[in-house]
């Protein structure tokens, strides 16, 4: 099972582009819209295995056929971007060269080298590469190795994703996870080697997983040593394999204060090495925060390729056709293969904002919540606010100096309930 896609309204005419593509947050003029950062992420929707926790839309048949197979998706998605850009162009939006390209899955890995550096130079085609942008791939470890990584050094990637989400046998078996702990340090020092930077995904929360167990994880990618790790609490999703296992009483449910420890210990594990969180599951060494993730968080346009991908031009959410060979079908009759889409009104928008801000390590300015007219404090706070933000501070939620300064700055014990602390500073 792949996750449900939106409700939404189809394209208008013949697959254009909405007229509220060239609506930004900061105005419509030429200039703002020219300035306003681009990004692309590309679909590779393939894996070996399908993993007994994955909701993402992945599919284990290279061989589909109707232009839909791993042997000529990049002649598919090669003509999608060509679509793509010709309806920007039509719409009027102006051409932004990438600032980073993100190849997810999926397994980006499970296609050779060369189709890699091939889907990049379609983007450097399309739309074209700012000088040193950041293009990263995900891989799982088992389906790279050190020549693969150099050929994609050599094409223009400057990162790239591992799957190590733990190194504890057990857990990796629960996950259905193919490598064997011992590949990772092999595939991050090849990387490493051929200048690429290198990021480990982790997971926590896995069922049977114990505390133990997570710090074992932790220290050993300490010990690898990426340039950024990423840490995910596992989210069981219904209709997965692993729900299934979970609901005949085969595997435990993770609690959430199971999670919460981990978490809290992997802010600790993390920190003393050196590592700086710098978005609530993202911690990096100084200098190699991932750009392409901030992206996303800080509200940037970018465009989805590949079947289920999503894109974000001004106002407008769209997203693609699901299945492979639908997608296909599609971009071969020359239209572009979105779903569907929906225009973000205002207070959504706002929403979402302040809830992907206060992720972020530097927060929110409290003065952006003001509403027309509003009285603030000194420090910009809106006084409706003031109430509010003494509690989470008085709460260990919201870090008390940052809050004298006028900004909302999640602490340890906040990062775990940003939720409850956007609710509140949003009604």
Not at 158 to 171: C, E, K, Y
Request: net charge negative.
């Amino acid at each position: 099972m792949s996750p449900r896609q939106p409700e939404g309204e189809p394209l208008p005419g013949a697959g254009e582009l909405p007229a509220q593509v060239r609506a930004t947050s900061s105005g419509t003029e030429e200039e703002t819209l020219r300035e306003r950062p681009f990004s692309v992420y590309l679909h590779v929707p393939y894996c070996r295995v399908r993993c007994g926790y994955c909701d993402f839309n992945t599919y284990t048949n290279l061989a589909m056929g109707g232009g839909a197979s791993a042997s000529d998706y990049v002649d598919t998605l090669a003509v999608e971007l060509r679509l793509a850009r010709a309806a920007m162009d039509r719409t009027g939006l102006p051409g932004r060269a990438a600032r980073t390209v993100f190849v997810g899955g999926g397994t980006p890995t499970m296609l050779p080298a060369g189709d890699l550096a091939r889907m990049l130079t379609l983007v450097r085609e399309t739309w074209g590469l700012v000088a040193g942008a950041e293009v990263t791939t995900e891989a799982n470890p088992e389906t790279v190795d050190e020549r693969y990584l150099a050929a994609l050094a050599q094409a223009g990637f400057t990162r790239v994703s591992f799957g190590m989400q733990s190194s504890v046998p057990h857990v990796l078996r629960t996950l259905d996870r193919a490598h064997t702990p011992e590949r990772v340090l092999q595939v991050v020092a090849w990387a490493r080697g051929v200048g690429l930077e290198t990021s480990l995904d982790l997971i926590y929360g896995t069922p049977g997983e114990s505390l133990e167990d997570w710090r074992r994880s932790l220290d050993a990618a300490v010990e690898i040593g990426p340039d950024h790790l990423s840490a995910y609490a596992l989210v069981i999703e219904e209709g997965t394999r692993m729900w299934a296992q979970v609901s005949r009483g085969e595997l435990p449910l993770p609690t959430d204060d199971d999670e919460a420890a981990k978490y809290e210990l992997a802010d600790a594990v993390l920190g003393r090495a050196g590592y700086e969180w710098y978005e609530i599951s993202n911690w990096a060494r100084p200098g190699h925060a991932c750009l392409h993730n901030q992206a996303y968080w800080r509200d940037w346009d970018w465009w989805g390729a590949g079947p289920g991908a999503h894109s974000h031009l001004g106002d407008v959410r769209l997203w693609n056709i699901k299945h492979p060979v639908a997608w296909a079908g599609q971009v071969a009759a020359g239209r572009l293969p979105v779903a569907g889409h929906e225009a973000v009104d205002a207070p959504a928008r706002e929403l979402e904002r302040v809830m992907l801000g206060i992720r972020m390590r530097e927060g929110l300015e409290l003065s952006s919540l003001a509403r027309p007219g509003e009285e603030t404090t000194p420090s910009g706070t809106p006084r409706r606010l003031v109430p509010v933000v003494g509690q989470f501070v008085a709460q260990g939620l919201l870090d008390g100096a940052a809050a004298m300064a006028g900004r909302a700055v999640l602490t340890l014990r906040g990062r775990l309930m940003a939720d409850t602390v956007t609710r509140a500073l949003t009604d």
